[in-house]
T-cell receptor, first 109, second 116 residues
Framework: GQNIDQPTEMTATEGAIVQINCTYQTSGFNGLFWYQQHAGEAPTFLSYNVLDGLEEKGRFSSFLSRSKGYSYLLLKELQMKDSASYLCGSMDSNYQLIWGAGTKLIIKP | GAVVSQHPSRVICKSGTSVKIECRSLDFQATTMFWYRQFPKQSLMLMATSNEGSKATYEQGVEKDKFLINHASLTLSTLTVTSAHPEDSSFYIC????????????FGPGTRLTVT
C-alpha cells in the first residue's frame, strides 16, 4: 500500500534549527513535496524534490533520497511564525499526491 | 502568480439543504483541480480529481451523488454538497495544477462548512 510517515509533533526553540523527517512508500514516484499549513488556513507550497540531494531556499532546505524513500525539511533560524503543520506529500505514478498526516511544529521563545 | 480563490470562505447551512463551493484559478489555466476535505488536526483527504470538460474521478468512499463536482472551464470548478448533514461539516480545500513544470498544486484558501 501507499504510506507516508512523519512525526506527529516537534518542538524547537526560536533561532534554532529543526529537521522534519518523512519516509514514503508510493506506487511509482514523481516527486516529493513539502507544504506549510497554519491552523485554519490552506497549505502553501514550500519545496519540491524529484532528484536526490539537497535543495536550499532561504531558511528552508529539503533533502531527498529516492533509494531510501526518505526526505527531510530543514528549517534554520527558526521564527515564531514558523509554528505550523508541515505536510509531506509524495506524488505517485498517476501524479496523485499522497499526503502524510503532517508534523505540528511548536516554536518556543 | 498562481493564485487560487475559493468562495465562500465560510458557510453555515441547515441540514437537508445544498451548498455550492467555487474554486477559481485567477491567473493560470488549471487543467486539473482537486477537492480535499480536512478534519481538525488531520491531514488532507482527497475527495476527487477533476479535469476540465470531463467527469470527476472520485476517491473510494466518497459519494459522487452527494458531492457533485463540475469543472466547466479551465479556471473554475465547483463542489456542491447536496442534502448536507452535520457530519458533512468540515474544511473543504481545492487546489489546481497547471500540469506543467513541477505539477505543483496551488491551494485555495479553503471553505469552512458548518451544517446545523
Amino acid at each position: 500500500g501507499q504510506n507516508i510517515d512523519q512525526p506527529t509533533e516537534m518542538t524547537a526553540t526560536e533561532g534554532a534549527i529543526v529537521q522534519i523527517n518523512c519516509t514514503y512508500q508510493t506506487s511509482g514516484f514523481n516527486g516529493l513535496f513539502w507544504y506549510q499549513q497554519h491552523a485554519g488556513e490552506a497549505p502553501t507550497f514550500l519545496s519540491y524534490n524529484v532528484l536526490d540531494g539537497l535543495e536550499e531556499k532561504g531558511r528552508f532546505s529539503s533533502f531527498l533520497s529516492r533509494s531510501k524513500g526518505y526526505s527531510y525539511l530543514l528549517l534554520k533560524e527558526l521564527q515564531m511564525k514558523d509554528s505550523a503543520s508541515y505536510l509531506c506529500g509524495s506524488m505517485d505514478s498517476n501524479y496523485q499526491l499522497i499526503w502524510g498526516a503532517g508534523t505540528k511544529l511548536i516554536i518556543k521563545p | 502568480g498562481a493564485v487560487v480563490s475559493q468562495h465562500p470562505s465560510r458557510v453555515i447551512c441547515k441540514s437537508g439543504t445544498s451548498v455550492k463551493i467555487e474554486c477559481r484559478s485567477l491567473d493560470f489555466q488549471a487543467t486539473t483541480m482537486f477537492w480535499y476535505r480536512q478534519f481538525p488536526k488531520q491531514s488532507l483527504m482527497l475527495m476527487a480529481t477533476s479535469n476540465e470538460g470531463s467527469k470527476a474521478t472520485y476517491e473510494q468512499g466518497v459519494e459522487k451523488d452527494k458531492f457533485l463536482i463540475n469543472h466547466a472551464s479551465l479556471t473554475l470548478s465547483t463542489l456542491t454538497v447536496t442534502s448536507a448533514h452535520p457530519e458533512d461539516s468540515s474544511f473543504y480545500i481545492c487546489s489546481a495544477s497547471e500540469r506543467d513544470g513541477y505539477y505543483e498544486q496551488y491551494f485555495g484558501p479553503g471553505t469552512r462548512l458548518t451544517v446545523t
